[in-house]
C-alpha cells in the first residue's frame, strides 16, 4: 500500500510544473500543506515574492529535545533545450524508473519526507517531534530558504535531514560558495587614441592572471580536498574601435569547512584593488563530523541499503542547508535522499522507484529514531 503510494505521490508532485524560473510553487506548497494540516501538522507558509510560497510544518514538541528537522525543495530547474523522450510532468514508467523534471531532484524526496511524517502522524505526542521544511526557490541560489531563516517560521531544530539526490547515501555535508562579480571602470576613447583612455578590459584581464592564480593558503579538508575559483564569465567593451569604460568578471568560489568567509572576501578585495566586488551569493559550507553521534546511527540506519558501511563522502552541489543551519546553529546535518545526482538538472530525469520506496523506510527510522517511538 505504502509503496504504491510513495510514486503515486511523487507522480502528484511532478505535475506542478514548478519550473523556476519562474518558480510558482504555491500550488505544490498548499497542495502538501493541506496534507501535512490532515494529518495533524501546524502548518504555516511564508511567501517571500508573489507564489514563491515556502511550507514550514511541526508536529510533537518537547522541553528536553529539539525536534527533527527533515528539508526539500519544490522548484525544479527547467527542461532545458534537449527534446525529453517522455512526458516531464506525468511520471511515465519504464521498469525501475519514474520519469520527470524534478522526478531525482528533488520530488521524490519530497514525497518520502511526506509519507514518512504520515506514519508518524499519531505517534509524536510527547516526544522531540518533527519540523517538515518544503522551500520555494532553492534552484539558482537558495532564495526561499535565505528569506525563511530571516523569519521567526523555522522554530528550532536538533538534526537535520536534506532530502537532495544521493542514491539513499547518507553525505556528511558539501562545501561552502561566495559569488560574485568583479567590476572595472575605465576611460573610453576612440581606438585610434587609446593613450586617451584607461583601458577596462586591460584591468580585468590583470586581475584574471592573480585569480587564477588565487592561493587559498588553506590546508586540504580530509573529505572535502581543496577550495577552488572558477571565472564563469567575463564582459567587457562596445565596440572594437574604442577603449572599453567597462568590464566585468564573474567569480564562484567553493569553500570547504574552517575557511573564513569574510576573510577571504577581504583578501579578494585587496588582491584586486581596482575592482569593486558585488557579492550576490554567499553561503557557508555545510559539514558534520562522520563520527559525530547521530551521523552514526544514521549511517547504521542506511547500511543494509547502500550494502555497505557508509564512507565520510559529501556532495558536490549545494543546498537549502546552508541557509537553513543560520537558525539551527550547530545541528547535524546529514544530506540523503531517494534521486540519482547524477539525473539531476538532466534530460529525461528519473528516480529508482525501488530507491524512493527505500527512503520512505529510511526515513520512517530516523524519525523513529530521533522521537524514541
Ligand atoms: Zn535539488
Same mark, same amino acid.
Given at each position: 500500500?505504502?509503496?504504491?503510494?510513495?510514486?503515486?505521490?511523487?507522480?502528484?508532485?511532478?505535475?506542478?510544473?514548478?519550473?523556476?524560473?519562474?518558480?510558482?510553487?504555491?500550488?505544490?506548497?498548499?497542495?502538501?500543506?493541506?496534507?501535512?494540516?490532515?494529518?495533524?501538522?501546524?502548518?504555516?507558509?511564508?511567501?517571500?515574492?508573489?507564489?514563491?510560497?515556502?511550507?514550514?510544518?511541526?508536529?510533537?514538541?518537547?522541553?528536553?529535545?529539539?525536534?527533527?528537522?527533515?528539508?526539500?525543495?519544490?522548484?525544479?530547474?527547467?527542461?532545458?533545450?534537449?527534446?525529453?523522450?517522455?512526458?516531464?510532468?506525468?511520471?511515465?514508467?519504464?521498469?525501475?524508473?519514474?520519469?520527470?523534471?524534478?522526478?531525482?531532484?528533488?520530488?521524490?524526496?519530497?514525497?518520502?519526507?511526506?509519507?514518512?511524517?504520515?506514519?508518524?502522524?499519531?505517534?509524536?505526542?510527547?516526544?522531540?517531534?518533527?519540523?517538515?521544511?518544503?522551500?520555494?526557490?532553492?534552484?539558482?541560489?537558495?532564495?526561499?530558504?535565505?528569506?525563511?531563516?530571516?523569519?521567526?517560521?523555522?522554530?528550532?531544530?536538533?538534526?537535520?535531514?536534506?532530502?537532495?539526490?544521493?542514491?539513499?547515501?547518507?553525505?556528511?555535508?558539501?562545501?561552502?560558495?561566495?559569488?560574485?562579480?568583479?567590476?572595472?571602470?575605465?576611460?573610453?576613447?576612440?581606438?585610434?587614441?587609446?593613450?586617451?583612455?584607461?583601458?577596462?578590459?586591460?584591468?580585468?584581464?590583470?586581475?584574471?592572471?592573480?585569480?587564477?592564480?588565487?592561493?587559498?593558503?588553506?590546508?586540504?579538508?580530509?573529505?572535502?580536498?581543496?577550495?577552488?575559483?572558477?571565472?564563469?564569465?567575463?564582459?567587457?567593451?562596445?565596440?572594437?574601435?574604442?577603449?572599453?569604460? &567597462?568590464?566585468?568578471?564573474?567569480?564562484?568560489?567553493?569553500?570547504?569547512?574552517?575557511?573564513?568567509?569574510?576573510?577571504?572576501?577581504?583578501?579578494?578585495?585587496?588582491?584586486?584593488?581596482?575592482?569593486?566586488?558585488?557579492?550576490?551569493?554567499?553561503?557557508?559550507?555545510?559539514?558534520? =563530523?562522520?563520527?559525530?553521534?547521530?551521523?552514526?546511527?544514521?549511517?547504521?540506519?542506511?547500511?543494509?541499503?547502500?550494502?555497505?558501511?557508509?564512507?565520510?563522502?559529501? &556532495?558536490?552541489?549545494?543546498?537549502?542547508?546552508?541557509?537553513?543551519?543560520?537558525?539551527?546553529?550547530?545541528?547535524?546535518?546529514?544530506?540523503?535522499?531517494?534521486?540519482?545526482? =547524477?539525473?539531476?538538472?538532466?534530460?529525461?530525469?528519473?528516480?529508482?522507484?525501488?530507491?524512493?520506496?527505500?527512503?520512505?523506510?529510511?526515513?520512517?527510522?530516523?524519525?523513529?529514531?530521533?522521537?524514541?517511538?
Amino acid at each position: 500500500m505504502s509503496d504504491a503510494d510513495a510514486v503515486a505521490l511523487t507522480r502528484s508532485l511532478l505535475g506542478f510544473e514548478t519550473v523556476n524560473p519562474p518558480g510558482r510553487e504555491r500550488d505544490c506548497a498548499r497542495y502538501a500543506g493541506a496534507m501535512l494540516q490532515e494529518w495533524g501538522f501546524q502548518v504555516d507558509y511564508h511567501e517571500y515574492a508573489d507564489s514563491r510560497t515556502s511550507v514550514v510544518a511541526r508536529l510533537g514538541a518537547s522541553q528536553k529535545k529539539a525536534p527533527l528537522c527533515l528539508t526539500g525543495h519544490l522548484d525544479i530547474v527547467p527542461l532545458g533545450a534537449r527534446p525529453w523522450t517522455k512526458d516531464p510532468f506525468r511520471g511515465e514508467t519504464d521498469g525501475d524508473r519514474l520519469y520527470g523534471r524534478g522526478s531525482s531532484d528533488m520530488k521524490a524526496g519530497v514525497a518520502a519526507i511526506l509519507l514518512a511524517c504520515r506514519a508518524f502522524s499519531k505517534k509524536l505526542n510527547n516526544t522531540p517531534g518533527i519540523v517538515v521544511v518544503l522551500t520555494a526557490a532553492e534552484e539558482g541560489g537558495c532564495i526561499g530558504s535565505r528569506h525563511l531563516a530571516q523569519t521567526r517560521l523555522l522554530g528550532k531544530a536538533g538534526a537535520m535531514v536534506v532530502g537532495e539526490p544521493t542514491s539513499n547515501y547518507p553525505l556528511v555535508g558539501h562545501k561552502g560558495s561566495v559569488k560574485f562579480y568583479a567590476a572595472f571602470k575605465g576611460v573610453g576613447a576612440h581606438g585610434s587614441m587609446p593613450e586617451l583612455g584607461v583601458n577596462a578590459i586591460y584591468k580585468a584581464a590583470k586581475a584574471l592572471d592573480k585569480l587564477e592564480h588565487f592561493d587559498f593558503q588553506t590546508k586540504k579538508h580530509p573529505v572535502m580536498g581543496r577550495p577552488t575559483l572558477n571565472v564563469g564569465t567575463i564582459e567587457g567593451g562596445n565596440t572594437v574601435n574604442a577603449v572599453p569604460d &567597462a568590464a566585468r568578471i564573474g567569480v564562484d568560489i567553493r569553500t570547504v569547512p574552517g575557511m573564513n568567509h569574510e576573510v577571504l572576501i577581504e583578501k579578494i578585495k585587496t588582491m584586486l584593488p581596482d575592482a569593486e566586488l558585488e557579492i550576490f551569493s554567499d553561503l557557508p559550507p555545510v559539514w558534520t =563530523a562522520p563520527d559525530e553521534d547521530w551521523m552514526q546511527r544514521v549511517f547504521e540506519i542506511c547500511r543494509p541499503y547502500v550494502g555497505e558501511a557508509p564512507a565520510a563522502r559529501t &556532495a558536490p552541489y549545494m543546498t537549502d542547508a546552508a541557509n537553513l543551519l543560520k537558525v539551527y546553529a550547530g545541528a547535524p546535518t546529514v544530506v540523503l535522499g531517494p534521486g540519482e545526482a =547524477a539525473m539531476a538538472h538532466q534530460t529525461d530525469e528519473y528516480c529508482s522507484m525501488q530507491r524512493l520506496r527505500q527512503s520512505v523506510e529510511i526515513y520512517e527510522k530516523i524519525i523513529a529514531d530521533w522521537c524514541r517511538v
